[in-house]
């Protein structure tokens, strides 16, 4: 069986046609703006945020973590 070359290069652009609708699924699912606007902040902003993010989950964990000693009567 022989292939010819311009099959190749139809079976090439219909994979790299299958990633970017793959891509583009993705992208429907990003919000954006949300992206833009962090980016609009310096390195230390953004380090700042996180942080903060990172307090909140850990206040969360520790206050769940009471609250489940307190319904187990400990």
């Known amino acids: 069986m022989v292939i010819c070359a311009s099959c190749v290069t139809l079976i090439l652009m219909k994979g ?3 990633k970017i609708d793959i891509v583009h699924d993705y992208m429907r699912d990003i919000d954006r703006t ?3 606007e962090s980016l ?3 390195f ?3 380090a700042q945020k996180h942080l903060r993010a ?3 989950v850990e206040e969360l964990r520790r206050a769940g973590k009471e609250l489940r000693q307190k319904s187990d009567g400990r």
């Open 40 to 42: 609009k902040l310096t």
């Open 16 to 18: 790299a046609v299958a």
């Open 54 to 56: 990172l307090q909140m």
């Open 34 to 36: 949300l992206l833009r």
């Open 44 to 46: 230390e902003q953004r």
